[in-house]
């Protein structure tokens, strides 16, 4: 006998899926693309992470191509709030979707606290660079300007090294505030989302002169792959990547070891979290 709503052939009935255009379709087919608990959904959690990153990098890098074409229309404040609010966005309507990393260094952070599962960070940064890359290439074609104009370089005043500390201590924060935001120690929910992207507002008011505070190698590499031109960009590689970790160090001085369940929720979404230390949650 045949289950509820599939006819003897293994289809659905038609009237079983009306609403979301899945009749006729397979029973185990229908099953893979509604259910957000079964692990093979990865996928969506990586078009959650190239759609975010595409977003991010409209306004990351679209500020300064904006303003090659246009004869500098955006302050610097506008500039540098803009990605702030657009991250804050993100997080609050598609966090539980992917964890809302949108940044290479977010996502080895939560590995390296055991938030978030090692087999999982080449796809997601993968996914992260997939939707960079698409953002730099349409505000290219689109605006007219070169990638470059909307890519991250130390002032000309200053040296790389002094770059690169910047770079270190700003991710340092950020990630700090992403740890210490996303764990059963201090879980603050959504709300969340108010302290990630203040604090890259804040950080590009005061250190965007500097090193045109990125604390993304994904946000500095794209544009730099669009227009061929990787000056300092180890800066923008190195210098996230030791921010991040010295951040999981201190996470671990502040709180202890792993985020707990609430933790591994806020870095993994909803979809399927595999928690290294519930007990902590």
Do not use: C
């Not at 709030?81 to 979707?97: C, D, K, T």
């Not at 200053?158 to 690169?164: C, L, P, Q, R, S």
Request: glycine share 14%.
């Amino acid at each position: 006998m045949s289950s509820p709503g599939v006819t003897p052939n293994g289809l659905d009935d038609p009237g079983f899926w009306p609403h979301l255009g899945l009749s006729g379709l397979p029973k185990g087919v229908v099953e893979r693309i509604t259910d957000f608990n079964n692990p093979k959904q990865e996928w969506r959690r990586l078009f959650s992470e190239v759609m975010g990153t595409f977003l991010l990098l409209l306004v990351a890098a679209g500020a300064g191509m904006m303003n090659a074409a246009f004869g500098d229309p955006i302050s610097r404040t506008a500039a540098v709030v803009a990605p702030g609010l657009m991250v804050m966005a993100m997080i609050l309507f598609m966090g539980r979707v992917s964890g809302a990393h949108f940044n290479p260094a977010v996502s080895i952070a939560f590995a390296l606290r055991g938030d978030f599962p090692w087999r999982r960070v080449p796809g997601y940064i993968i996914a992260q660079l997939v939707g960079a890359v698409l953002a730099v290439l349409l505000l290219q074609a689109v605006i007219g300007e070169s990638a470059s104009n909307g890519a991250t370089y130390p002032a000309q005043s200053t040296t790389d090294v002094a770059a690169f500390l910047m770079e270190v201590i700003l991710t340092f924060g950020l990630v700090s505030v992403i740890l210490g935001t996303a764990s059963g120690a201090q879980n603050i929910g959504i709300i969340g989302a108010l302290g990630v992207g203040g604090y890259i507002a804040l950080a590009g008011l005061w250190a965007s002169p500097l090193s045109g505070a990125s604390m993304n190698p994904t946000r500095s590499l794209a544009p730099d792959l669009v227009a061929g031109d990787f000056t300092a960009y180890w800066v923008y590689l190195a210098g996230p990547l030791l921010g991040a970790a010295l951040a999981v160090v201190a996470a671990y001085m502040l709180r202890g070891r792993g985020g707990g369940l609430a933790g591994s929720q806020a870095a993994q979404g909803a979809l399927f979290t595999q928690p290294k230390s519930p007990e902590k949650a």
